[in-house]
């Protein structure tokens, strides 16, 4: 069984897709610290100029190391702003009206106080049906393991019966240290491999890297089969190590 794990990002990019569609499930790891100025938070939109920030305000102070899923969105009003902005820059998208309508009405559940998980997790699992991907997704939170940095990942692992883990490449930099400890629980390690795939979009020139709201808006029942044209085959913890062994020499 494969199975990727990941922090619940707002309105992700393609590539956090791509590797839900690849594994047989996949976990939101909200049992571990929150980051503010991370995409657990905000994400990015295409407009006339470039990329736009759209940013959940969250509140913190006073809850130094809360967990992701303690977190809670600090002003509602954030949803007017990120609708408006959202209508503004693709209301001419060829598919806008068909997926408008049911981001606002997940948007406009979450109030001051509420969830900014829940925010996170309602919109990937929407966005995940609008591509057709049918994962099972899982919240760590709800599954108890405890651990810090692999040893955590590893116990999801476990918990889920997986005997292989695909993993972000980001998770390169200290999961190739610890790949011993996935090799004592017969879990085999691979990293995520994704190019970034140029489609239509409503200004030139392409850019990459917006939330895959723009895939949909823009492509519609082409975003799919655009989304898994990105993938390559995974990245085997040896590739990684000659990488990052060659830029450090």
């Known amino acids: 069984m494969k199975i990727a794990i990941s922090q619940p990002t707002y309105l992700p990019w393609l590539g956090y897709f791509d590797l839900i569609d690849q594994v047989d499930a996949f976990v939101f790891l909200d049992s571990v610290q929150f980051e503010k100025q991370s995409w657990q938070h905000r994400n990015r939109i295409k407009t006339p100029v470039g990329l736009q920030w759209l940013t959940v305000p969250v509140a913190f102070r006073g809850r130094f190391g809360q967990q992701i899923h303690d977190v809670e969105i600090r002003d509602g009003d954030f949803v007017r702003k990120h609708l408006r902005a959202i209508e503004l820059n693709y209301r001419r998208a060829p598919f806008f009206e068909n997926h408008f309508l049911q981001i606002s009405q997940i948007l406009e559940k979450f109030c001051s106080g509420t969830s900014l998980a829940e925010l996170n997790i309602e919109l990937i699992w929407w966005c995940c049906r609008a591509l057709g991907i049918q994962t ?39 999961l190739l240290d610890d790949l011993g400890l996935f090799a004592d629980a017969c879990i085999d390690v691979a990293f995520h491999h994704y190019q970034h795939p140029e489609y239509k979009q409503l200004f030139l020139p392409f850019t990459s890297y917006a939330s895959a709201l723009d895939l949909l808006f823009n492509e519609g029942p082409r975003a799919a089969e655009i989304l898994r044209s990105g993938r390559r085959p995974l990245d085997s913890a040896e590739t990684l190590n000659s990488t990052v062994a060659g830029a450090t020499a």
């Open 136 to 174: 099972p997704l899982v919240r760590s939170s709800e599954l108890n393991e405890c651990g810090r940095r692999s040893e955590l990942l590893v116990n999801l692992c476990r918990h889920l019966n997986a005997d292989m883990y695909i993993s972000p490449p980001g998770s390169a930099v200290y």
